[in-house]
């Protein structure tokens, strides 16, 4: 038996399948992951995301601390509020975790993946050294997501107003604390919507409220669909600790500027891009009827191979869609061998998706 | 508790054969089998006139969630495949034992003896 989120119950009173994730039993789909999928493109649903991990930190450096560990500059968090996605790189620039990070009125706030939580906490207290800092994990919180383009409109109704009054300021990447709960205007979907951080007790009742209010409950399968067409990495597919974020489309959440922040992983970082950076992610687009899926082989003529890190159908786009990691030189067409056949693709940005519109 | 019908025969490898009255096989997957591969999204075909033994893969049903092979129940030959698949693999979702994956010329319809009946199954999949 894995973990469980103080939403389990209810996730089986709705019917779901539930599978291990990460060493937590989490649904999968309540029904048809295909039809949970739709509903957030084309109107809002809600996730349980209380396994990942929450964990604050403060002191009177925590600052300096979160600029030695990240590979983003904290320091670009101007005030209380705002947001920024980040790697946690070791010293040879693979990636230990990606994250969300919010400043907070006591310091900042992260949020890691839930298989990647032992991993983390053990590198981060061993990055601890004499900084002035505490870390304190947050087992006490859940973590609901609601996801698209009626996400905001519809949760602010759901609320105190205080809370809706919040969730109507909230600019993208923006995140505040309204008495125990923290709202913020993220989320892991293409979709506008909102990741909201409670006490665990007062969870369940509010996941209830919601679902009675007629926002459907969407599981993780949907969830790995929605952000796929996002082109959103997942962590232990498209990064891990033997890929660098420059082959991962992580350059741009790099903070090179001051050159004198001494990050972890910086000087692998640096030297790697003096070479010439080998590897990009890229998308791929089947034109052809199939599904791509993780570790098939890509074939580029004249360039060499790559593997595919994510792939599956994509329901919005009615085709097999996925994130592949191939040479540098690589074009936009490419081969695919699925099932000892080979099958051309299209090599193209990977953003599927955006606000409900397509892009490819 | 997925749906059984009781005039069916299954593979142990979740395909349902039904004995038609012209001699031939039709071969498709089981609710259960449905069930637990989710969404459907795609559905490889085999090749009319491919011969295949008991137990050989005989095409390939795509979920959302992984490929899974079929395996033909009977041996024979494949006279007739289910094109309609191609446009609606989603049927294999909604009702399995209509929407057919493949019809068989079969050697030797005895071996539909060797395959569970609606309770043998029932049982195989702990229901």
């Known amino acids: ?360 | 508790m997925s749906n059984i019908p009781a005039e069916l025969r299954f593979a142990e490898s979740h395909e349902w054969a039904r004995l038609e009255a012209d001699g031939s096989v039709t071969v498709g997957i089981s609710d259960h089998a449905q069930e637990a591969l989710g969404d459907v999204v795609f559905v490889e075909l085999a090749e009319v006139g491919k011969v295949f033994a008991a137990g050989d893969a005989a095409g390939v049903v795509e979920s959302v969630k992984a490929a899974s092979d079929i395996y033909s129940p009977v041996s024979g030959e494949v006279i007739a495949v289910n094109e309609d698949l191609t446009d609606a693999p989603e049927s294999l979702n909604e009702k399995p034992y209509e929407a057919w994956i493949f019809k068989v010329k079969p050697n030797n319809t005895a071996e539909l003896e060797k395959l569970l009946d609606a309770a043998g199954y029932k049982a195989a999949i702990g229901e």
């Not at chain 1, 994990?137 to 105190?160: N, S, Y």
């Not at chain 1, 970082?269 to 089947?286: C, D, N, P, W």
């Not at chain 1, 004249?302 to 919005?316: C, L, N, R």
């Open chain 1, 1 to 360: 038996m894995g973990q469980r989120t103080p939403l389990y119950d209810l996730h089986l009173a709705l019917g779901a399948k539930m599978v291990d994730f990460g060493g937590w039993d989490m649904p999968l789909h309540y029904g048809s992951q295909v039809e949970e999928h739709h509903q957030v493109r084309r109107d809002c649903g809600v996730f349980d995301v209380s396994h990942m991990t929450v964990i604050d930190i403060s002191g009177h450096q925590a600052r300096e601390w979160l600029q030695y560990l990240l590979a983003n500059d904290v320091g670009r968090l101007h005030g209380c509020g705002h947001a920024l996605y980040s790697a946690m790189l070791n010293e040879q620039g693979g990636v230990v975790d990606d994250m969300i990070v919010y400043r907070t009125e006591d310091g900042y706030r992260l949020v890691v993946n839930a298989a990647t939580r032992d991993q983390d906490i053990a590198w981060m207290q061993a990055q601890l050294g004499s900084y002035q800092v505490m870390m304190r994990e947050r087992p006490d919180l859940a973590m609901l997501a609601i996801q698209g383009p009626q996400a905001r409109h519809k949760i602010a109704e759901l609320v105190t107003q205080s809370r809706g009054v919040l969730i109507h300021q909230l600019k993208p990447f923006e995140g505040r604390a309204d008495g125990d709960w923290f709202i913020a205007r993220t989320g892991y979907t293409g979709e506008d919507g909102l990741e909201i951080v409670l006490p665990a007790d007062q969870a369940p009742g509010f996941f209830n409220d919601l679902v009675g209010a007629g926002i459907s409950p969407i599981g993780l399968g949907a969830r790995d669909t929605l952000r796929l067409e996002a082109g959103m990495n997942l962590y232990g597919q498209d990064i891990h600790l033997n890929v660098s974020p420059l082959a991962a489309n992580m350059a741009w959440s790099i903070a090179w500027e001051p050159a004198s922040r001494a990050f972890i992983g910086r000087a692998a970082l640096e030297a790697e891009r003096e070479a010439g950076v080998q590897l990009k992610l890229v998308g791929l687009v089947l034109e052809e009827r199939g599904v791509l899926r993780a570790h098939q082989v890509v074939r580029i003529a004249d360039v060499g191979e790559g593997e595919i890190t994510s792939g599956s159908f994509s329901p919005t786009l009615s085709k097999s869609i996925a994130l592949a990691r191939v040479p540098m030189a690589t074009a936009d067409r490419a081969e695919v061998e699925i099932r000892g056949k080979w099958y051309p693709v299209r090599v193209v940005k990977p953003t599927f998706v955006r606000h409900g519109k397509t892009l490819i």
